[in-house]
């Protein structure tokens, strides 16, 4: 019996360290994402001449976000700015492969695989939320947002993240040697064992990633930009709607007008808005539902701008607010209609 224990006991505590290295290598990964994700963001805007207000990538948080002021950007721009948050990880996953070599242990090869898996899959609501069907009812993520403010077509978008998951796919699968690498990995896995060293590894990498997170946060806080700001531009003709809410629930037509072509263009102008959540849905003469606005729980803005466009039915169109809670100013200009 002594001896069965201390046979079995090494054995099992081998298995504890694996799946504690296994752990904490996926919260490693997640922080990586988050903290690529949001860099993209705030790097792109950085890149276009914006500033960056806030940048929260802290995995704990309500919302992982990354505010910015892009005053005087063009649509091109915000739409860059929109798509840098999946491109930089993506383009770092590319160079990790690159880097690394094609064999490893199985243990660090199985990881690398799954995270190959986790950055491929996230270009799948690429591929289904641009469509109009899906985008109705969507939250205003980046893919909503990029679909509304670049004007490329939902066959576009779709086409474009279904060639880089493909392409990223097949590209992957050669680099780490295919089914010959696969057969090899799963005949050394139950033999490999994680060292204790790794975990330790593993468990400082862990903090120092939230760490630099919770720096990043403190360091862009999420100061709202100032109201009077005079860089951001808008139209100079008389709003289609205009509010102002004091506080507590809203639900209200905010505009209409009449899109004879079928192409709407707004432009959408906050001015000192706190609250949340907040949707902005575009109804078409058919009954159709477009978001072209959706912001979580606690957001504020000092002033700021928003540009949708819109390939809606020909006819008349109206444009609905709804939030739990809500004050500030929103206005709403077609600027297909600028006189």
């Not at 796919?169 to 050394?188: F, I, K, N, Y």
């Not at 400082?204 to 919770?214: E, G, I, N, S």
């Not at 000092?302 to 819109?310: C, E, I």
Request: charged share 15%.
């Amino acid at each position: 019996m002594h001896a069965l224990r201390t046979a079995t006991t090494p054995r099992f505590a081998g298995h504890l360290a694996t799946i504690a290295w296994l752990l904490l290598a996926t919260l490693a990964f997640v922080q990586v994402y988050l903290l690529l994700h949001e860099a993209g963001h705030a790097l792109a805007a950085w890149s276009v001449g914006g500033t960056v207000r806030t940048l929260d990538a802290r995995p704990w948080s309500e919302r992982a976000h990354a505010a910015y002021d892009l005053p005087g950007v063009t649509d091109a721009a915000r739409a860059f700015v929109t798509a840098a948050g999946t491109l930089l990880p993506y383009a770092a996953w590319v160079l990790v492969l690159l880097a690394l070599p094609r064999r490893l242990p199985a243990a660090y090869a199985w990881l690398r695989l799954t995270a190959s898996f986790g950055i491929l899959v996230g270009l799948v609501p690429w591929m289904v939320l641009p469509w109009p069907t899906f985008r109705a009812s969507a939250p205003g993520d980046d893919v909503v947002r990029f679909t509304l403010t670049s004007g490329w077509p939902p066959a576009a978008v779709a086409a474009l993240a279904a060639a880089l998951m493909l392409g990223g796919a097949a590209w992957a699968w050669w680099r780490v040697g295919g089914r010959t690498e696969l057969a090899v990995m799963r005949r050394t896995a139950a033999a490999s064992a994680v060292p204790a060293r790794a975990v330790v590894a593993a468990a400082l990498l862990v903090v120092a990633l939230v760490a630099l997170a919770v720096g990043l946060r403190a360091a862009f806080p999420g100061a709202a930009a100032a109201p009077g700001d005079d860089a951001i531009v808008l139209p100079q003709h008389a709003p289609l709607g205009d509010r102002t809410f004091a506080g507590g629930p809203a639900d209200v037509l905010l505009a209409e007008g009449n899109a004879p072509d079928g192409t709407l263009s707004l432009v959408l102008g906050f001015d000192d808005v706190a609250g949340g959540p907040l949707q902005l849905q575009v109804v078409d003469a058919l009954g159709a539902v477009y978001s072209v606005g959706s912001f979580g729980p606690g957001t504020t803005m000092g002033r700021a701008t928003s540009r949708p466009r819109l390939t809606v039915a020909p006819g008349p169109w109206s444009l609905h607010l709804s939030a739990e809670d809500l004050e500030g100013r929103v206005r709403v200009w077609d600027v297909g209609d600028a006189p």
